[in-house]
């Protein structure tokens, strides 16, 4: 009877580097993983292929880390595995992590059977009750993460009604509804719409035609996917606001939205290499070695030319480039003297110089800058939604415009009114005439407004407002054709509105607008169509939207659907800050008026019909979901307790390499170890489970690694 050992389970996170394949353990960088022959005289990295023909040889396999050195009263055992022959591979085989799902479920019209509209008759009402579920909830205070609210919706009664009435068309009150649920509050300023996305749907258009296009265009480069990666990105797409959309092993694809691209991103800090006398990589130069020196300067053409001209400089390269500021490194034959950094100072007013300069015996300089260029990926169409806030006057009785203006001085707050005054004089050529009571077309949404139009000599149109109509601002234009002032073929007349009267406007009370850009659609039949913010609340007033158009004669219904909210403080804060990256679940239901309430009458159709699309799955993989098992390995290996504190954790070596919001993949090996053992037959076997964490999408990498090591046993499997 064989001796069985419980099985041993260690986590090595592994970089997003090749498998070491020359070299000794020392050459291992943080994070990559190498083969090693478990003999004396024979420790060296080798090449996987050649486990296949050794069948009575040991190895090991050892992952790199930053400790050089042992330190007092530690073990600091190197991260390696136990010693074994390849039959001992009894399974390889990889775990995908996977990407999260968002819960999305309709109540009434659920774009494809208009049979389950939202209906009410007449007069009647509908509650309609909404649950959360998640832990992002909890963070905000609601108990076990459940969030419960009831909303409201009610039918106009009918002018006219005897017998059966007809349902009520609810297109406007859906509208409405949505923009209730969206703004209300949770706890903390936190809104609705924060935490779930809430889209009206019909058969018919809620939404106006596209007013512009916006672009997306991307950049794929190989970084270390770290905020500072994305910072380099940013610092030369200035005027673009970039995001990182998607990370596969070692590359990282980068977003921006604009009418262009921006200049294509320069590697910078590739252009310089030291040290490396007779052995510069392809595609570099070599140059004298000297003293480095490195400085900043404001970005300018021509820098590098003009410093290599001044006699005291061998060389100078441009290494690096951020916030508007140009980084390089220069090499000097001797130490700067006063009159060297004089004449620096006198050239550059801008110039910052470090003074801890380093001797090198020679550097490769890049031959070429390694650039990469933004590609235009998808163009979308944009909307505009108006928006408009109410306020009291100041103490004064002045209107508030100014003071809104300054609020908000990247937007346009305007006045929406009747017609005062238009702007004079009118140039071009026109029919002679008296033409009274004319209407004309404007480029805003103001209508009704009629004018009387005298025109002498041809070329001077005098213009007198009858109806001042509503729905104009200062600066829109007005258009008369030609057809309506005489029809002479002559110059269609076209004036501007100088001032209007606000319409909306009570005891000391004004309404102001302002237009605000949507969402950009890539694709018609997109759920989420034109979709817009509304600005920031000014003195504790919210912004309303103005819905346009009115919407009737169609099938209805709301969409709801979870957003990937996420807690993700950098690894070092995270386990103080707390992290989550948890998609909250969504039940909704509806139809009857619960209860008994004065002056409500039931909904007579019943509840509401319901359609799920999918349920809400947080994903698999986060870096979090691997920490316990990294920690527990680094006190294997180290020989020390993890700390309940980052900084000792930093202090003792067992700082974690998982970002809590990222995704990793995972290799795990399996080994079973024989040996001889008292008892019956002398014999005991012991049993390892090997767990490789890796960057999700770096699958590539490890592929033909892992495979090699398992191919000493055909049973073993591949990945």
């Known amino acids: ?16 580097s090749s498998p070491l394949t020359s070299g000794g353990s020392k050459d291992l960088g943080d994070g990559q993983i190498g083969l090693f022959k478990d003999k004396a005289g024979a420790r060296g990295a080798i090449a996987t292929s050649s486990i296949v023909n050794s069948k009575n040889e040991k190895f090991f396999l050892q992952v790199g880390t930053n400790i050089k050195t042992n330190q007092a009263g530690r073990t600091a055992k190197p991260m390696r595995t136990v010693h074994f022959l390849p039959k001992d591979v009894t399974e390889v085989s990889f775990s995908e992590a996977q990407d999260p799902t968002l819960a999305q479920l309709y109540l009434g019209y659920d774009g494809l059977d208009v049979s389950k509209s939202l209906v009410l008759g007449a007069g009647e009402s509908a509650t309609i009750h909404l649950k959360l579920i998640g832990a992002p909830l909890s963070f905000f205070g609601f108990k ?20 059966d009435c007809e349902d009520e068309d609810l297109g406007e009150k859906v509208l409405r509804l949505v923009e209730i649920m969206k703004k209300r509050q949770l706890r903390a300023g936190v809104l609705l719409e924060d935490i779930i996305d809430i889209h009206p749907i019909s058969s018919v258009a809620f939404n106006p035609d596209a007013t512009g296009t916006s672009k997306f265009y991307t950049l794929v480069v190989k970084d270390a996917g770290d905020d500072q990666a994305q910072g380099l990105v940013q610092a030369q797409a200035k005027g673009f606001d970039v ?20 200049s294509a991103f320069t590697e910078w800090s590739a ?4 040290d490396c006398a007779g052995d510069c990589p392809d595609g570099y130069t070599e140059d004298a070695g000297g003293l480095l020196y490195n400085i900043s300067l404001a970005t300018a053409a021509g820098i590098v030319a003009a ?58 300089v890049k031959d070429s800058d390694t650039t990469t260029t933004w590609v235009l990926d998808k163009t979308c169409n944009v909307s505009e939604a108006l928006y408009y806030i109410e306020l009291d006057d100041n103490d004064c009785g002045d209107s508030r415009l100014v003071d809104l203006q300054e609020a908000f001085p990247d937007r346009e707050i305007f006045i929406l009114g009747s017609v005062a005054t238009v702007a004079t004089p009118i140039a071009g050529t026109f029919t002679n005439g008296t033409y009274s009571g004319v209407t004309g077309t404007t480029n805003g949404s103001g209508t009704a407004a009629t004018f009387n139009v005298v025109v002498t000599g041809g070329n001077s149109a005098a213009i007198t407002l009858v109806d001042k109509g509503d729905g104009y601002k200062v600066g829109d234009s007005i258009t008369i054709l030609d057809a309506d002032l005489g029809a002479g073929d002559e110059d269609d007349l076209v004036f501007t509105i100088a001032s209007v009267t606000n319409t909306v406007k009570g005891e000391c009370r004004q309404r102001y607008y302002t237009t605000v850009i949507t969402n950009a659609v890539c694709d018609e039949c997109h759920p989420d169509m034109y979709v817009s913010t509304a600005p920031e609340p000014f003195e504790f007033e919210l912004w309303n939207k103005v819905q346009t158009p009115t919407v009737t004669g169609g099938a209805y219904g709301i969409m709801f659907r979870s957003k990937k909210n996420q807690l993700c403080p950098p ?106 053992s008292q008892g019956f037959n002398g014999k005991a076997e012991e049993n390892f489970r090997i767990n490789f964490v890796i960057p999700k ?23």
């Open 1 to 16: 009877m064989n001796g069985n050992h419980k099985s041993w389970e260690l986590t090595y996170v592994l970089s997003p």
């Open 144 to 163: 076990n993460g459940i969030y419960e609210q009831t909303f409201t919706i009610s039918a106009d009664e009918l002018n006219v009604c005897t017998g």
């Open 243 to 262: 995001t990182r959309i998607k990370r596969e092993g070692i590359v990282s694809t980068y977003q921006v939205v604009g009418s262009s691209s921006p």
């Open 271 to 274: 252009n310089l290499k030291t």
């Open 307 to 364: 410093l290599v001209g001044k006699s005291y400089i061998t060389s100078a390269t441009k290494i690096g480039q951020e916030h508007g500021v140009d980084k390089y490194a220069i090499i000097t034959p001797a130490e700067l003297t006063t009159s060297n950094i004089s004449d620096l100072v006198s050239t550059y007013a801008t110039i910052e110089i470090d003074y801890d300069f380093v001797e090198v015996e020679s550097v490769c």
């Open 571 to 676: 690894k070092e804060l995270a386990d103080t800050i707390g992290s989550f990256n948890n998609i909250v679940e969504i039940e909704v239901s509806g139809g009857a008026l619960e209860g008994t309430l004065i002056g409500y009458n039931y909904n007579e159709n019943g509840e509401f019909a319901k359609t799920r699309r999918s349920r809400a799955f947080d994903g698999s993989g986060w870096g979090k979901n691997y920490w316990y098992d990294e920690l527990c390995s680094y006190e294997y290996f180290l020989g020390d307790s993890v700390g309940n504190s980052t900084e000792e954790r930093w202090f003792k070596n067992m700082s974690s390499k998982l970002e809590p919001c990222m995704q990793y993949d995972s290799i795990n090996l399996s080994l079973k170890r024989s040996f001889f």
């Open 697 to 719: 999408g770096s699958k590539d990498l490890y592929t033909d690694f892992f495979n090699m090591v398992a191919a000493g046993n055909v049973d073993a499997g591949s990945i």
